[in-house]
């Protein structure tokens, strides 16, 4: 195993779906917004899980989205 390529695809993983999930979080907040669906002062319990078969790797990670 190559490390620096590992971790660099660890890396890359990571970040594309930190960029593409805030992504999609940002777009369901202003959508509820606009339908009015939330106030805007809410935080939301939040959850999260990685899953790699071939590792037979399944991670949950819980955490909170705040709106205000």
Same mark, same amino acid.
């Given at each position: 195993?190559?490390?620096?390529?590992?971790?660099?695809?660890?890396?890359? /993983?990571?970040?594309?779906?930190? %960029?593409?999930?805030?992504?999609?979080?940002?777009? $369901?907040?202003? *959508?509820?917004?606009?339908?009015?669906?939330?106030?805007?002062?809410?935080? /939301?319990?939040?959850?999260?899980? %990685?899953?790699?078969?071939?590792?037979?790797?399944? $991670?949950?990670? *819980?955490?909170?989205?705040?709106?205000?």
């Amino acid at each position: 195993m190559n490390e620096d390529t590992f971790n660099m695809s660890v890396r890359k /993983f990571l970040k594309s779906f930190g %960029l593409h999930g805030q992504r999609e979080i940002e777009q $369901a907040v202003a *959508k509820a917004m606009a339908s009015r669906t939330i106030s805007g002062a809410e935080t /939301f319990p939040a959850t999260i899980t %990685l899953q790699i078969a071939g590792l037979k790797l399944d $991670a949950e990670f *819980k955490g909170e989205i705040a709106l205000q």
